[in-house]
């Protein structure tokens, strides 16, 4: 049975782990083809699932920045016209370092972004605590921040420090409350072709598209359910979790 059959019998997660075993003869002519079927079908979920996620929040006036002056700073955006130029500018920034893992590259072919932070600006009183609220950065402003003129020496000296250089996608929990925190959350530019690659600074050590899943296990928001901060969310969680696919 070929990837994407299993994957729609509900096999996301072992999919995956077996994609990851291929390393780079996923990229070959008898497997690429069934395999980009899968991230089709994993992002076409993940907008689904943004989406439900949004409506309900706005349902429960969840305070979304409205003031906007980047496309960074709204809940959602669709993918952009210029997508394809866009990455192709961003795979010239990395190329000396390795390249974009797909799954980075599928989510803005198909999802584009989003931003689910609180707007703190405009109410400190967070309907939940340190709850971790999905937020992907917008490809045109990401693009815009990493190549301007002293990117290729930031890069380098990453990767000489590392061994490798990542892409900043999201602030972590604290700064997204308002609160000086660690470093961004960022998805780690991998030496050779891959389909997902690591998620790194945040907490769950895992991939990109798991990081995703582990968002959608609890409602876009990957903490809420840590007991420190008893927040209130069983509510939302009951209307929300049954409308979400399974990425």
């Avoid at 308002?178 to 998805?187: D, E, F, V």
């Amino acid at each position: 049975m070929k990837f994407y059959e299993r994957y729609l019998n509900g096999e996301t997660e072992t999919v995956y782990n077996d994609i990851d075993k291929l390393g780079e003869d996923a990229f070959l002519p008898e497997n690429i083809a069934d395999i980009e079927k899968v991230l089709t079908e994993t992002f076409e979920r993940t907008a689904h699932n943004l989406t439900v996620i949004y409506n309900e929040l706005n349902n429960i006036n969840y305070r979304f920045k409205t003031n906007f002056q980047f496309n960074f700073e709204r809940p959602l955006v669709k993918p952009l016209s210029n997508t394809d130029q866009l990455l192709r500018r961003l795979e010239k920034s990395v190329e000396p370092f390795g390249f974009i893992p797909a799954s980075l590259k599928m989510f803005y072919k198909i999802v584009g972004a989003c931003n689910f932070s609180w707007d703190y600006e405009t109410n400190e009183d967070f309907i939940w605590e340190r709850a971790d609220p999905i937020q992907i950065v917008s490809l045109d402003d990401f693009v815009s921040h990493i190549t301007d003129e002293y990117s290729p020496e930031i890069f380098q000296e990453c990767f000489n420090e590392d061994g490798f250089v990542s892409l900043d996608l999201s602030s972590d929990y604290l700064h997204k409350d308002n609160i000086n925190g660690g470093l961004p959350y960022s998805l780690q530019i991998t030496s050779k072709q891959s389909i997902d690659a690591p998620f790194l600074r945040e907490e769950h050590n895992t991939t990109f598209i798991n990081y995703l899943r582990i968002c959608f296990q609890n409602c876009g928001f990957s903490r809420i359910t840590n007991p420190e901060y008893a927040n209130d969310y069983l509510s939302f969680f009951e209307k929300v979790k049954p409308q979400l696919k399974m990425i």
